[in-house]
Structures are given as structure tokens and as C-alpha cells.
């Protein structure tokens, strides 16, 4: 083979196999029915409602800044001493903003909604 034969062999090559994948494909259709449909769900469908219970407002204030109320509701049952030490954790190791004159109806809340009795 000559040298030009060799060297134009690779690009035709390589242009045969893009025209080749390119027919391949499927064409876009132009009927917008066969197209996907997206919604928007409002967040207020998905918004977890909790429960009413003494401290409940205390919880309210501090806690729902960090944590959404689903993940509270999926949290184990815990004694109140556990209860405490999570809060007590939550206000001295990461920072929560947590007055310590809130700290006791906090866990009153936490132990009435999901407490071990």
C-alpha cells in the first residue's frame, strides 16, 4: 500500500463508523403526546405534619431550623436520657443555637412524640 492509501485509511474509516452510528439512532419525534411529562408537586403535599404535645413549640423553634420534621418522625424511640444527651449534643458539640432554659421542654416534646415508656 502507498503511503497516502495508509495514511487516509484511518480517517475513512472512522467517518464510515460515525455515519454508521448516526443512522442508527432513533429520530426525535416531532408529536409532542410522545414526549415525557413532568410535574411540579407542591411542597406542602409533602410537608410532614407533627404532632401537638407539651414542648411541642420550644421543639418548633429551635429544632425544625436543622432538621425537617420527616427525619425527626423516622428517628428510634429513645428513653428521655437519651433524649437529653441528643439535644445536650446537638446545642454543645455541633453549634445548634439551643437556650439552655429550652433544653427540658425540648426533650419533654422528643420523649412524648418518640420516647420509650
Known amino acids: 500500500m502507498s503511503f497516502i492509501i495508509r495514511k487516509i485509511k484511518l480517517p475513512v474509516i472512522f467517518l464510515i463508523a460515525c455515519v454508521i452510528a448516526v443512522s442508527c439512532q432513533q429520530p426525535v419525534s416531532e408529536h409532542p403526546g410522545n414526549q415525557p411529562s413532568y410535574s ?60 439552655d432554659s429550652s433544653i427540658h421542654e425540648i426533650v419533654q416534646y422528643l420523649v412524648a412524640i418518640k420516647g420509650i415508656n
Open 40 to 99: 411540579i408537586q407542591d411542597i406542602s403535599e409533602v410537608a410532614t405534619k407533627l404532632p401537638e404535645a407539651p414542648g411541642y413549640q420550644a421543639f418548633n423553634n429551635n429544632c425544625l431550623i436543622c432538621h425537617s420534621s420527616r427525619y425527626i418522625l423516622n428517628q428510634p424511640d429513645f428513653p428521655e436520657k437519651t433524649w437529653a444527651s441528643i439535644v445536650t449534643k446537638m446545642q454543645k458539640t455541633f453549634g445548634a443555637p439551643v437556650p
